[in-house]
């Protein structure tokens, strides 16, 4: 798998912050502002349980794969797919050196609430049965804050096609639907694919360095 990731504390569902210094603001362009109208369009079509969450989207190759809720049972895959990961992609997730996800881990990415964790995957039908191509998810210590982290990761097969842009409008869809008003992430500054979709995404977005550390918010109402 090839991350584009931001930190394992996010990932597993506990937001974290940095020390923030310099900050750059994005704004949305004509070019990018196609993607959260996209997004809010769908945020007015039918409000799902999270928990119950799935869609069909086609990705730029022209597949057509399922977005949907994660699972418990999902456990072995996600194992599957952390023993996939080259030392780039791990560090590019984790910031440090990592050779196994512990039982408490796996437990944190497959055992969501749906509530202050809302996680979703990507995946697509095989001879040899569901394959899980990426994933991404939000996560807030209080949900009435308006605030909430965001972590995703893509499977280096499927880079480019589209998949961690998918999952990130179908979580602001249902962040919206919640009251979560922010998306944040710690992300490494050499780790340019996140970043790109981030700035795809049309939502207004803040960036403030730390080092090598990007801090990003996006704010998931379109801007006055």
């Known amino acids: ?123 697509k039908q095989t001879g040899n049965g569901e394959v899980l191509m990426g994933g991404g998810r939000y996560a807030t210590d209080n949900p009435s804050s308006g605030q909430a982290e965001i972590a995703f990761v893509t499977d280096g097969t499927y880079r480019g096609l589209g998949v961690a842009s998918h999952i990130l409008r179908h979580l602001v869809r249902l962040a919206q639907d919640s009251g979560v008003t922010h998306f944040e992430a710690d992300v490494l500054a050499e780790n340019q694919p996140m970043l790109a979709v981030f700035r795809r995404s049309g939502l207004p977005m803040q960036l403030e360095r730390d080092g090598g550390v990007l801090h990003v918010t996006l704010a998931l109402q379109p801007a006055s």
Do not use: I, W
């Open 1 to 123: 798998m090839q991350a584009a990731e931001c930190r394992l504390l996010a990932l597993c569902g506990h937001p974290c912050s940095m020390p923030k210094t310099s900050a750059l603001r994005v704004k949305r362009t004509s070019r990018n502002r196609d993607f959260l109208e996209r997004g809010l369009r769908a945020n007015r079509l039918n409000r799902m349980d999270p928990r119950n969450y799935t869609a069909s989207v086609t990705l730029n190759d022209g597949t057509m794969v399922t977005v949907r809720a994660v699972r418990r049972e999902d456990a072995d895959a996600f194992l599957k797919a952390f023993k996939n990961l080259d030392r780039e992609s791990v560090y590019r997730r984790f910031f440090s050196p990592k050779k196994e996800l512990t039982d408490a881990e796996l437990a944190q990415l497959t055992d969501v609430d749906f509530s202050r964790v809302v996680a979703l995957l990507v995946t």
